[in-house]
């Protein structure tokens, strides 16, 4: 995966390699963990000048209700705009880190957000992407499920930005989008995990999609406690353009392809081709 260039809160310029130390991760499988000390959220953004400083802004307020100190990583990952530059600054008990990597994968990116250190118990790690704001709650409502227990939150969503998609698909998506305590989703988006629970399964994969999917995957089989919720709160963005081949976009664009198809057979007389006849709910990606 490379290595990553760092620039540390001071300004300081290092190298993190893949071969850096790791301290030992405990078992996810711990009944009582310990009180969360510090948070790292990570953001990884490849040309997203428009998108960043809202995002990270947002971060940073939400930030300011946990009474913990905060770092925010935003991980540039090959852009090739002045993303870099649109990235607010921190303050306080806020810190705001930009790495610069060259990757051009999401799951690699999302990992250069990550340090060795952070892989403990009493460390949370928040994960969000840069087309999304969070609530003002959204880091204490993580903290809170993590405080009672949870090695992992899985959040829902809202989206934003409709005016870029047919005019039916927002009432579509709302109607069968699941938003409720226990649902089926998983968004990196809206992603909360315990740094030692983190390190036990070992992290991101370096995958061009869904490794979202697959790091709650490994989470639940190795025991964890993860918590699918819908008190953390973000809206991320309806856009057409597609930084990976799935996703929150990926899904959208399936969904208005097949919203298309049943309108154009229902108008033909013709009947629907299989699986669409009925429209699924948005299932984990």
Excluded at 159 to 164: N, R
Excluded at 242 to 248: A, F, L, P, V, Y
Aim: aromatic content about 4%.
């Amino acid at each position: 995966m490379g290595t990553v260039r760092r620039a540390d809160d001071n300004g300081t310029a290092g190298d993190v390699g893949r071969d850096a130390p790791v301290p030992a991760a405990s078992s996810a499988d711990e009944t009582v963990p310990p009180r969360i000390a510090r948070i790292v959220v990570v953001v990884p953004a490849h040309d997203e000048r428009d998108r960043i400083a809202a995002c990270v802004d947002s971060v940073i307020a939400s930030a300011q209700f946990t009474g913990l100190p905060v770092t925010v990583r935003v991980i540039l990952d090959a852009c090739t705009d002045d993303t870099a530059a649109k990235v607010p600054a921190g303050g306080g008990e806020v810190g705001v880190v930009k790495r610069i990597v060259d990757h051009r994968n999401v799951g690699a990116a999302r990992a250069a957000g990550v340090d060795p250190l952070d892989l403990r118990a009493d460390v949370w790690l928040a994960h969000t992407d840069a087309d999304t704001v969070v609530a003002p709650d959204w880091l204490a409502a993580q903290l809170a499920h993590a405080d009672a227990g949870a090695d992992a939150v899985v959040g829902s969503i809202g989206v934003a930005e409709w005016e870029q998609r047919p005019g039916g698909l927002r009432a579509l998506f709302e109607r069968l989008y699941d938003d409720a305590p226990g649902h089926h989703h998983i968004h990196g988006a809206n992603l909360g995990v315990r740094g030692s629970a983190y390190g036990w399964v070992g992290g991101f994969r370096a995958l061009a999609e869904s490794e979202d999917v697959d790091l709650v995957e490994r989470l639940v089989a190795s025991g964890a406690r993860v918590e699918r919720v819908a008190d953390c709160r973000v809206v991320t963005s309806a856009r057409v353009s597609r930084r990976t081949g799935g996703g929150m976009s990926g899904y959208l664009d399936e969904l208005a392809a097949r919203e298309v198809a049943a309108g154009d057979s229902a108008r033909s007389g013709a009947s629907a081709p299989a699986g669409e006849t009925a429209l699924e709910p948005h299932r984990p990606t």
